[in-house]
């Protein structure tokens, strides 16, 4: 099948250090051309693929210009010049690239990465029946169910490239991973490690002024002396960090339509410590790959499960991302969905 990844036009693919959904469309793009596919990738120039690779930017413009109208509607534009050239486009970034496949009489799939803001619903009111949504868990997908889905893909991540640790290998600290929004709750990790009387270590992205200013007015007045804070970090900083953490910590406290760092968790091995909100009933089995405690008391809570977490296998936490959360479930997964809209022509008929 001839496929169109078509990235975000702001941050390479893979990305250098933040961007979830640029290491999604890196792992999908690289698998469906170990496959066989005759794929090509739309992104930036400094983008690495095993796929034939498209730009109109040949670096990055990089984080502060995301959602950039004008390097939107010119990464379009390279995007649909040959309209012959595929059986389908699969559409990232839900702006111009959206808006304008609906209309071009080929099959667009386009992944709902992000939640449902108004302004997200009115675009895809508009668009609904007109392109394939697919929805990265089945939480997203229960709030806008009337769009026409071609399925419920899981975001997948490169098993084989996290390290994995045995419980007798963790090191004792807890660990936490994501932006400072006070929704993704760097404050209530900070006051679980307090609470556990475990050494707490934390690596938040801070860059909106509402995380600078909970970050500052709110988080650090109340991190521990013995925590280790960290900023932006690598990849590979990441997962060492995921490998050896005696658990993760995801406190979330708003519906996220999935949480790549759980997976990476537990594919190291790590169990997860998580609030039931969003997707996170279908990624953490309850006192098997972690525990789900409520977001009301969650630094008691965590205080209570750690003394349980001797009960969670590592190699269970890892089974259960191979069987669901993997590349290459994630491929196949989107193979389904790009022969059903290739076969039903370029909207379909109602999604599943």
Not at 34 to 62: C, I, M, N, Q, W
Not at 209 to 235: C, F, N, Q, Y
């Amino acid at each position: 099948m001839r496929i169109a990844e078509v990235a975000p036009p702001w941050l390479a693919v893979p990305p250098k250090g933040y961007g979830g959904i640029e290491w999604v469309v890196s792992l999908l793009a690289d698998g469906l051309a170990e496959r066989g596919h005759d794929v090509t990738l739309f992104a930036t120039g400094d983008s690495v693929t095993k796929a034939k690779l498209e730009y109109a930017f040949a670096e990055a413009p990089g984080p502060r210009l995301i959602n950039d109208i004008w390097h939107d509607t010119v990464h379009t534009l390279a995007v649909y010049r040959d309209l012959g050239a595929f059986d389908v486009f699969h559409v990232h970034s839900p702006w111009s690239a959206l808006a304008a496949g609906a209309s071009i009489g080929v099959p667009v799939v386009h992944t709902l990465h992000g939640s449902f803001t108004p302004a997200m619903r009115e675009l895809y009111s508009r668009v609904g029946d007109r392109a394939w949504f697919v929805a990265i868990s089945e939480a997203q997908r229960a709030h806008m169910p009337e769009l026409n889905y071609g399925g419920v893909v899981y975001n997948g991540v490169d098993v084989g490239s996290c390290p994995f640790r045995p419980a007798s290998e963790k090191e004792d600290f807890l660990l936490f991973l994501g932006r400072a929004d006070p929704d993704k709750g760097a404050l209530r990790a900070v006051r679980a490690a307090k609470a556990a009387g475990l050494r707490l270590v934390i690596a938040a992205k801070v860059a909106h002024p509402t995380e600078e200013e909970h970050w500052h007015k709110s988080v650090l007045p109340e991190m521990p002396a013995d925590a280790t804070v960290l900023g932006e970090i690598r990849v590979e900083d990441k997962l060492d960090l995921l490998s050896r953490a005696r658990a993760v910590l995801f406190p979330i406290s708003w519906d996220e339509p999935f949480g790549l760092v759980m997976t990476e968790a537990m594919a190291c091995g790590t169990p997860v410590i998580a609030t039931p909100f969003g997707s996170v009933p279908e990624v953490v089995v309850d006192g098997e790959t972690g525990f789900v405690v409520p977001v009301d008391d969650y630094a008691e809570q965590v205080a209570a499960v750690i003394p349980r977490l001797d009960d969670i296998d590592a190699a269970a936490c890892r089974r259960r991302v191979e069987e669901h959360f993997s590349r290459d479930a994630m491929v196949l997964g989107y193979e389904r969905v790009f022969e059903r809209a290739a076969a039903s022509g370029a909207s379909g008929a109602s999604g599943a």
